[in-house]
């Protein structure tokens, strides 16, 4: 599969940009920044530039999936977080990918239950969620826990809900579980969360949502 990571660069976009670059897959890692295509060559991924708050028509033309994994880091969630995810839909959808996976966030459903300072960053994300649901793209949104840089284990829980008190999950397992959600067809239409847990990857994602 010819797979585009939109936030190839961030802290999950760097695990998950490698981790397709070692699979049987294509990958491309998108950038806005010139400086940052050695970074991404060195992953084993072919860089390609755009900025998601512009035309990204080129970085998605002939790609069969996206995985968005950027984020605004607090800087501008409506612009980025929320209009940047939503400008790579509609482009995945006129160019047509047939295969789009958001990586979301805890909470996006409910932002009171966060702290303060993260409401407005889990609203952004929860439109930008619904905004794909209602495309005609085969999507799949993970939605993680606290994300952490210890070592991935390959073992994750998987739900409609989790347990959100010790949901951390390092951030490495993140991106192995965007990864494997790609051809997964027990993701597909679906929403779910993820924290560290005992199942290996691949068989929790069988039945996301625990049905």
Do not use: C
Not at 23 to 50: C, F
Request: net charge negative; aromatic share 4%.
């Amino acid at each position: 599969m010819n797979v585009l990571v939109a936030g190839s660069h961030g802290q999950v976009g760097q695990h998950l940009t490698r981790v397709l670059a070692e699979s049987d897959h294509d990958a491309y890692g998108m950038v806005r920044e010139e400086a940052q295509v050695e970074d991404i060559e060195s992953l084993g991924a072919e860089p390609v530039v755009a900025d998601l708050t512009e035309d990204v028509t080129h970085a998605v033309e002939g790609r069969d999936a996206v995985i968005f994994a950027a984020g605004s880091g607090g800087d501008d969630v409506w612009g980025v977080d929320r209009d940047g995810a939503m400008n790579i839909v509609d482009a995945a959808e006129a160019e047509g990918a047939e295969r789009f996976v958001m990586l979301s966030s805890i909470n996006a459903d409910q932002p009171e239950n966060s702290p303060e300072a993260l409401r407005e960053y889990l609203r952004a994300k929860a439109e930008a969620d619904e905004y794909l649901r209602d495309s005609d793209l085969t999507y799949t949104i993970v939605r993680p826990g606290p994300l952490t840089n210890d070592e991935g284990t390959g073992r994750v829980e998987v739900g409609e809900t989790i347990d959100r008190e010790s949901a951390e999950i390092p951030r490495e397992d993140v991106a192995r579980t965007l990864a494997a959600s790609l051809t997964a067809e027990s993701t597909h239409g679906k929403t779910f969360e993820l924290g560290s847990g005992d199942e290996p990857i691949a068989e929790a994602l069988e039945n996301p949502l625990g049905e």
